[in-house]
């Protein structure tokens, strides 16, 4: 029992508890997914071989299974607030000297502000591509404020750079699972996935450097929206920044992953 602490076989979960429910309820809402998708598929059939009083009981089945999804995950964010606030409560009233005082500093360490140090300036308005496409069209700039010029001092000499910024029109709710684009309703971790909704939103571009005017850098193709905040940029460095044993992860379980990838670096093709 975890919602009900006045419940006298109430007992407290630990972190690992709650680790092992979520992650008991991810597979439970990928099984119900799987479940949701052959009756979607049943469901064509149906409505193309019997009659439409069948296909509508069908129809019905399915939406009652998508708001059971609905209301597993809702119960899934509860106990993790329950558990959430519990911690805080125990830490508050079991805090002791030097100790007690050093984890209420950590704790209270929960949210935190960047600055603004310049702008991102690119042709998108209402659409951008989902990764940056290193010889698209337009003028791609990052405009630095100029109390911070002098920062921007031999960056030239690299050829590309990290450009990390603040994805500030996301309106999507974050969620910890998620089906990915092209993926067939594959459903994977936020952390595992390279969406824009995240816990915290913070977006992360490597470009090439064509060259720095004044406090501007042009760039190659951004994945970005005009007006972006930015929040660093840093070197993109040889050796240190490629990782020549690295993989694609799930995405080369995936069947014809070689196409999903094209989609995903934004390279038209012709299938």
């Known amino acids: 029992m975890i919602l009900n602490p006045s419940n006298k076989n109430y007992k407290r979960a630990s972190e690992f508890d709650i680790n092992k429910i979520e992650l008991l309820i991810s597979k439970l809402l990928d099984q119900n997914n799987e479940y949701i998708r052959k009756n979607k598929i049943l469901f064509d059939?149906?409505?193309?071989?019997?009659?439409?009083?069948?296909?509508?009981?069908?129809k019905i089945a399915i939406k009652l299974s998508e708001e059971v999804n609905r209301q597993i995950e809702s119960a899934n964010k509860k106990i993790r607030e329950v558990h959430l606030s519990q911690n805080q409560n125990t830490f508050t009233k079991e805090k002791t000297g030097l100790e007690s005082v050093q984890k209420e500093e950590e704790y209270k360490i929960e949210s935190f502000n960047f600055k603004k140090i310049g702008i991102i300036r690119t042709p998108y308005i209402n659409d951008a591509p989902y990764q940056p496409v290193n010889e698209d069209r337009g003028i791609f700039y990052i405009e630095v404020d100029p109390k911070y010029k002098e920062g921007l001092n031999k960056l030239s000499k690299f050829n590309y750079i990290y450009v990390i910024y603040y994805i500030h029109l996301i309106k999507k709710k974050l969620s910890m699972t998620l089906s990915t684009p092209w993926t067939n309703n594959i459903r994977v971790g936020v952390f595992a996935s390279r969406s824009p909704v995240r816990p915290n939103l913070i977006g992360l571009s490597v470009v090439r450097i064509k060259k720095i005017k004044k406090n501007r850098i042009f760039t190659s193709g951004l994945d970005v929206f005009d007006g972006t905040p930015l929040i660093d940029l840093k070197p993109y460095v040889k050796d240190l920044d490629s990782k020549p044993d690295a993989n694609y992860?799930?995405?080369?379980?995936?069947?014809d992953y070689e196409h999903l990838l094209l989609h995903i670096k934004g390279i038209p093709h012709n299938y």
């Open 45 to 58: 059939k149906i409505k193309k071989i019997s009659n439409r009083e069948v296909a509508t009981e069908l």
């Open 249 to 255: 992860g799930w995405i080369a379980d995936i069947d």
